[in-house]
T-cell receptor, first 109, second 115 residues
Framework: RKEVEQDPGPFNVPEGATVAFNCTYSNSASQSFFWYRQDCRKEPKLLMSVYSSGNEDGRFTAQLNRASQYISLLIRDSKLSDSATYLCVENQGTDKLIFGTGTRLQVFP | DVKVTQSSRYLVKRTGEKVFLECVQDMDHENMFWYRQDPGLGLRLIYFSYDVKMKEKGDIPEGYSVSREKKERFSLILESASTNQTSMYLC??????????????FGNGTRLTVT
């Protein structure tokens, strides 16, 4: 089983900024990916699913680059409430998900 | 909305005690999972189950066992708790193997401290 790698951060950005995180994966056969958001001392919550080239939901955009084997998460117009750790997850099949260790985002006023 | 409920938010146990962590989901999901999460190590899979009475070892099963007697309930058992099992334990469920791309839904976690 191969790893999912993320920059741990922290990324410190002002409100209103655009910020992007990347996540690399090793298994070229993986078909689906997820971004989860985890607040301090809370459980991870699903933010977005990525099945093909990408997905967009409001201020959040996820992109999948199969050639380079990475997925990215773009957050536009950052809010204070976006401060959290963002977990990248690879589905290698058979319902076993591989989690990255997370990227911490801190949005300041 | 999927609800995954873990019976305790915080537990403090002594070394050598047998510990039971309970998890219940209300969405008729086939798959259930137990993870532990430690700083710098991310989420690590302990055990998972695709169906009642079946279980599969994850990446770090040593020192743990599980029980799934009913579809909605998945229990994690620490046979003899040790201090290196102090961690955040997260239960999760997903729809089933017929939906290979379905995400996990997590319970709110149990923070276990073994002294």
């Amino acid at each position: 089983r191969k790893e999912v790698e993320q920059d741990p951060g922290p990324f410190n950005v002002p409100e209103g900024a655009t910020v992007a995180f990347n996540c690399t994966y090793s298994n070229s056969a993986s078909q689906s990916f997820f971004w989860y958001r985890q607040d301090c001392r809370k459980e991870p919550k699903l933010l977005m699913s990525v099945y093909s080239s990408g997905n967009e939901d409001g201020r959040f955009t996820a992109q999948l680059n199969r050639a380079s084997q990475y997925i990215s998460l773009l957050i536009r117009d950052s809010k204070l409430s976006d401060s959290a750790t963002y977990l990248c997850v690879e589905n290698q099949g058979t319902d076993k998900l591989i989690f990255g260790t997370g990227t911490r985002l801190q949005v300041f006023p | 909305d999927v609800k995954v409920t873990q019976s305790s938010r915080y537990l403090v146990k002594r070394t050598g005690e047998k510990v039971f962590l309970e998890c219940v989901q209300d969405m008729d999901h086939e798959n259930m999972f137990w993870y532990r999460q430690d700083p710098g190590l991310g989420l690590r899979l302990i055990y998972f189950s695709y169906d009642v009475k079946m279980k599969e070892k994850g990446d770090i099963p040593e020192g743990y066992s599980v029980s799934r007697e009913k579809k909605e309930r998945f229990s994690l058992i620490l046979e003899s708790a040790s201090t290196n099992q102090t961690s955040m334990y997260l239960c999760a469920s997903s729809i089933g193997t017929g939906w290979p791309n379905s995400p996990l839904h997590f319970g709110n976690g149990t923070r276990l401290t073994v002294t």
